[in-house]
């Protein structure tokens, strides 16, 4: 039998949420961002990633990395 390591990763926060979030339709015209949040119970994690979500689109990050990528196609 070989042996095998095992990682082990325990947090307090015991339900994690990832969501990817998709804009546009054409090949060279999309943008993607994984966005994770977690916390102890749904409501939190809920909470959280809309927080998160509403501060990106606050500090106009998503429009950013858009522009970023118009740039380099131009």
Known sequence: MEASDHEI???ADKI???TKIK???G???QDTHNIKARGRTPDEVAR????TI???KD??????VRQI?????Q
């Open 27 to 29: 090949t060279r015209d």
């Open 16 to 18: 994690r949420i990832q």
């Open 48 to 51: 959280r990633m809309e927080k």
């Open 9 to 11: 990763t325990e947090t």
């Open 23 to 25: 804009r546009g339709t």
């Open 54 to 56: 509403s501060e990106l």
């Open 59 to 64: 500090r106009d990050v998503f429009e950013n």
């Open 69 to 73: 990528q118009s740039e380099e196609t």
